[in-house]
């Protein structure tokens, strides 16, 4: 069964377009939940641009199992995570001028911060994943620093236009970390159309998807549009479901 996990934080996005209370993305993340979301994500940015602060404390208290929390590696947001204790850490990279995140984090590069970073919430209880791009050298390193699983950045394969390379550069990634004994997640830029492929890979045990859901959600409300999701995820493999 591949997990679906819904990126809540576009509802967010709306609130803070007017510092108002509404749209809540705690009720968002209550009626993912309640169409068949397997459960949800939220990306705290340094510069909380959409989601805040009281909204992972509340989210904590209403989502039960299933929140993952997206963050930079920082002493901030590592105190953060220690406190509120979400079911899952997913160490992402973070520039504030970016519209969204625009690639894998650089474990290679960022080497002793990330290790740093993912044994105190290793030691904290709290399972780590590291968003990264399906570079074989980085699922090594990601395996060498200690997460327990990788989150593959699908964004080239959403945005190419002949898709096939990207694919199978995903393919082979999620073969890689099987092997070496991580669990395979993928997400970014995913929608109802080309989701479709990306469950054929295999090992791939939980989807992230926020801004094709949230887009729908706006139309058809947010149980309709996690229904149409995962209904677009099994629509050729059952099996996987």
Known sequence: MIRLGVNVDHIATIRQARRAAEPDPVVAASLAMLGGANGITIHLRED??????????????????????EMGCTDEMLGIAVQHRPDQVTLVPEKRQELTTEGGLDVIGQRAAVLAG?????????????FINPDPAQVLASKEVGAIAVEFHTGQYADATTPQAEWEKLHAAAVLA?????????????????????VRIPYVEELNIGHS???????VGMVQAVKDMKAAMMEHYPHKI
């Not at 993912?118 to 590291?130: F, H, N």
């Not at 859901?213 to 706006?218: D, E, M, N, P």
């Open 48 to 69: 909380r641009r959409h989601i805040q602060d009281r909204d992972l404390l509340v989210m904590r208290q209403v989502i039960p199992t299933g929140l993952n929390l």
């Open 118 to 130: 993912t044994k105190q919430l290793m030691d904290a209880g709290i399972p780590v994943a590291l």
């Open 213 to 219: 859901l949230i887009a729908r959600a706006s139309l």
């Open 178 to 198: 099987h092997e070496l004994g991580l669990h395979v997640h993928m997400g970014h830029g995913l929608n109802y159309l080309n989701v479709q492929k990306i």
